[in-house]
């Protein structure tokens, strides 16, 4: 492609961003002379199971965001609950397990075995060792805690900004922008059925940041299933099956990989995976609305089923009166066609969206 015709893409890129959702490409400096970093370490520290202790607090009036955290020893497991109470929330707006927020969802025995690793945003270079880059922003104070179910010793590493303007993917962020997580856990799903990994207020505009899934079968026929989102009210599909969707393909037939804009961090080889899929550099964002929506099993065409030709079929989702009879039918067609109905899927699903008021 001519420099020119390169230039004039970026720039509807561009353009197209800031007129959606207000946001301004923006290449120059982050901060100016009133931010500062801040920064604290927690050595051999003491967890008592079960009870909640504070790892950091900076408050009650400093805007600023978080760039990195580093858990170690007792933090660094698979039952490790983390909770951020945000600009003096008594009910913490971000409150999750620590290995599935980064997508390491199959257990600290299966996980292990693939340590080290090491990306741009999330890595475990050693056992019982997890660090991320995310920019978790608050406006006036932010005290983070920890919850175990084994007293241990524990490392902790919390680093950030203070008064410095959020930047994701080369877009800064409005000051009130909030990082949101939607969680769906253990949920049992039957073959064709729908599950809602993330839906917003609507009343807010924002960016589809990471999504993580964790999904145990008796196979990986529910790797079938389309990825799609109603952004604004538009249904748009972001995947042509599961494994496609974390950028991989044929049921990860290649196994593990650790990338990063996506990765897959485990595979048992009898059904059960664990994924993760950036959209830092894949922007996926919304002026009004935004509902993340993942299946288990897929139909190729029809009206509920993933889009087997272009332009899709007008009524491809239809969520309407008729949709169980629809799905009822689809799981008839596919078992009888293909052999590769899916079987009931227990999967885990975090979403993580930056929000904020729109207009």
């Known amino acids: 492609m001519a420099i020119n015709g390169k230039l004039l893409l970026l720039c ?3 353009c197209t961003l800031q007129s959606t959702i207000g946001l301004q490409y923006s290449p120059g400096p982050m901060f100016d002379s009133k931010s500062s970093s801040f920064s604290s370490a927690t050595k051999a520290g003491h967890i008592t199971a079960n009870e909640e202790l504070e790892l950091f607090y900076m408050g009650p009036d400093v805007p600023g965001y978080l760039t990195e955290q580093w858990f170690t020893g007792g933090l660094a497991s698979d039952t490790t609950r983390i909770r951020y109470y945000i600009d003096n929330e008594t009910i913490p707006s971000l409150d999750f397990n620590l290995y599935m927020a980064h997508g390491f969802g199959c257990g600290e025995a299966v996980d292990d075995q693939y340590v080290p690793w090491q990306t741009r945003r999330i890595s475990r270079d050693a056992a ?3 660090y991320n880059t995310y920019r978790i922003p608050f406006q006036k104070s932010i005290r983070i805690t920890a919850t175990v179910t084994e007293t241990a010793a524990f490392w902790y590493i919390v680093r950030g900004l203070r008064n410095a303007q959020l930047h994701v993917g080369g877009f800064p962020l409005p000051p009130e922008t909030r990082l949101r997580l939607y969680k769906v856990e253990n949920e049992a799903m039957q073959p064709l059925s729908f599950v809602t990994a993330a839906e917003t207020s609507g009343d807010s505009a924002g ?5 993580t899934l964790h999904a145990n079968s008796t196979d990986y026929t529910y790797l079938e299933a389309c990825f799609r989102a109603a952004i604004d009210g538009e249904l748009q599909f972001l995947s042509s099956g599961t494994e496609d969707f974390f950028l ?3 049921y990860f037939n290649k196994g593990v990989y650790h990338g990063d804009h996506a990765g897959l961090t485990c595979k048992t080889g009898h059904g059960e995976m664990s994924a ?3 959209f830092e550099d894949d922007p996926v964002i919304f002026s009004k609305s935004l509902k993340l929506m993942w299946r288990c099993g897929e139909t190729s065409g029809g009206p509920n089923g993933c889009p087997n030709k272009f332009p899709a079929e007008s009524a491809r989702e239809r969520y309407g009166d008729h949709r169980q009879e629809e799905e009822e039918k689809e799981r008839e067609v596919l078992g009888k066609t293909t052999g590769l109905g899916a079987h009931p899927t227990v ?3 975090y979403t993580w969206v930056y929000e904020y008021p729109q207009g």
């Open 276 to 278: 993760y899929k950036f």
């Open 248 to 250: 991989s393909a044929y």
């Open 12 to 14: 509807t890129i561009v």
């Open 207 to 211: 960016w589809l940041y990471q999504v």
């Open 128 to 130: 019982k060792s997890v």
């Open 347 to 349: 999967a885990s699903l």
